[in-house]
């Protein structure tokens, strides 16, 4: 599968963008997906995660109450809305892919847990 990641741009602190990643090929509804991030000088980390049908979501601490990742199967798509964004989710952000998740309810925090990851779109927000 290939993700297309893209609606990183820049915003100020307390504002929100919504981010969208594209997924070829008709076996989006059978992976679990996520989005993780870079920040420069940092390791990667996990923002969030989806189940197959979405009905079950994870977020890290650091974006729980501000981020709210969704799914559209008939799309192909999942979605990061990020609200009240601080300087510190400045940041590189991938859209990643499970094919092969524990159950119909999981979605991993795990990195090596995902096969495909996207090219990544980049989130700045100036304070």
């Not at 119909?104 to 779109?121: F, I, L, M, P």
């Amino acid at each position: 599968v290939q993700l297309q990641a893209s609606g990183g741009g820049l915003v100020q602190a307390g504002g929100s963008l919504r981010l969208s990643c594209a997924a070829s090929g008709r076996a989006f509804s059978s992976y679990a997906m996520g989005w993780f991030r870079q920040a420069p000088g940092k390791e990667r980390e996990f923002v969030a995660s989806i189940s197959l049908r979405g009905t079950s979501t994870y977020y890290a601490d650091s974006v729980k109450g501000r981020f709210t990742i969704s799914r559209d199967n008939a799309k192909n798509t999942v979605y990061l809305q990020m609200n009240r964004l601080k300087s510190e989710d400045t940041a590189i952000y991938y859209c990643v892919a499970d094919p092969a998740p524990e159950s119909a309810t999981y979605g991993s925090r795990w990195s090596y847990e995902y096969d495909y990851w996207g090219q990544g779109t980049l989130v700045t927000v100036s304070s």
